[in-house]
């Protein structure tokens, strides 16, 4: 149902918006009519990801940017602006895991990690923000992770990137609330995507995943897009500074998987 969160001619901003659940929450604003703009360092990736827009009557742009530096946010932010106007609605999305101990995870891979995941939020919050705070209004979601709550073993820092994001979001919902703009975040379960579809490949691993998920199955990237169309919509609109988890029940589960007499 088109323009079911009346989101039509909005410009949407999503960054890491060239595969996974960037792609599924770009390709979701676009059914809703807006005007999308899909940043993501992967230029092709960002490209596709524009193709398969306009294939659905949308109007989109692809931006090559590195979050993590600070010009290069602006850039992108400029010439977003310039294409679509000013940004309604922006996605913090874009995200890198570098599996590691924390005995042995290197600076050098901690500050690298933190640089995308938290420092690369802010940086695009403050670029987009500028934007939304000119004309008093917008909204922002970012994602974090059911791992900001639940230690994700060995994947280094990703878990406490996710936390920060987590409070991020909640700090620019209080300190922008005087400027319009509303700041809440989603929290994904399990998600099957292209990037992880090597490892789903492998007999049995979706089977003994899937059991251990209330809902009885992997999370897709449009289970997770319509809560972002949610937050971004005015149906949202007194709702700011909230988490929304979206994992099927998986969090919940933890007294469930305690042996039993």
Not at 27 to 45: S, T
Not at 64 to 83: G, L, R
Request: charged share 20%.
């Amino acid at each position: 149902m088109k323009d079911s969160f009346n989101l039509e001619g909005r410009v949407a901003v999503v960054t890491g918006g060239g595969s996974g659940i960037g792609r599924g929450v770009a390709l979701a604003f676009a059914e809703e009519g807006c005007r999308v703009v899909v940043i993501d360092r992967n230029a092709d990736g960002a490209a596709e990801t524009v193709e398969q827009v306009r294939q659905l009557g949308a109007q989109a742009i692809a931006l090559t940017c590195d979050i993590s530096n600070a010009e290069s946010v602006q850039q992108a932010a400029k010439n977003s602006e310039a294409a679509f106007g000013p940004c309604d609605v922006l996605v913090n999305n874009a995200a890198i895991i570098v599996p590691a101990s924390l005995a042995t995870i290197t600076v050098e891979t901690w500050d690298s990690v933190f640089a995308v995941n938290l420092t690369g939020t802010l940086l695009c919050s403050q670029a987009f923000g500028a934007q939304m705070r000119a004309r008093k209004r917008g909204s922002i979601v970012h994602l974090s992770s059911i791992g900001a709550d639940h230690p994700t073993a060995w994947a280094g820092c990703y878990s406490v990137t996710k936390a920060g994001v987590a409070m991020l979001s909640r700090l620019l919902a209080v300190e922008w609330a005087p400027d319009g703009i509303r700041s809440n975040s989603v929290k994904p379960g399990l998600v099957r995507t292209a990037l992880t579809e090597d490892f789903y490949a492998k007999p049995g691993v979706e089977q003994r995943r899937s059991e251990i998920v209330p809902a009885g199955r992997i999370g897709r990237p449009q289970d997770i897009a319509q809560a972002v169309l949610f937050l971004a919509s005015d149906r949202a609109s007194y709702i700011t500074g909230q988490e929304l988890v979206v994992d099927g029940g998986l969090a919940q589960m933890l007294m469930s998987m305690v042996p039993r007499a």
